[in-house]
């Protein structure tokens, strides 16, 4: 075979590659908005989450620290809101990676997802430490 020969199938070849592949390859700009959109719920309601845990944390810091708890009391609510707000963090880098929590939700249903998220994966740390 020619070098032309060559040169026409390996077009040829990329050409049919691209065309199969361009429906994959293309989003809607429609559709992108709307994901963007819930992505950016979701990520507010997170942070709204985390910025609860770290009161909870300051909190209960404090109450230790005058004496408003017993250590044992502080350190198992510490490792339990220090495991939430790890969640938080894991779940906030899948949605940097574009991974909602779920689909679309409204604001009752996002903060129960998000709940049922990092309760999970508290009682999976739990049962992995005993």
Do not use: C
Request: proline residues 3%; glycine residues 4%; negative net charge.
């Amino acid at each position: 075979m020619s070098i032309e020969g060559l040169v026409f199938s390996l077009v040829i070849a990329l050409a049919t590659v691209a065309v199969i592949a361009w429906p994959f390859l293309r989003r809607a700009p429609a559709v992108y908005a709307a994901d963007e959109a819930v992505l950016q719920k979701q990520r507010e309601r997170l942070l709204i989450y985390y910025e609860r845990v770290l009161t909870n944390l300051r909190d209960l810091d404090e109450d230790f620290s005058t004496g408003k708890m017993q250590p044992e009391a502080h350190q198992d609510e510490r490792e339990e809101w220090m495991q939430r707000g790890i969640q938080v963090l894991k779940a906030l880098d899948e949605l940097g990676q574009n991974r909602p929590i779920v689909a679309d939700a409204d604001q009752a249903s996002l903060d129960h997802a998000i709940d049922d998220v990092i309760e999970r994966a508290v009682a999976a740390h739990r049962r992995a430490a005993h």
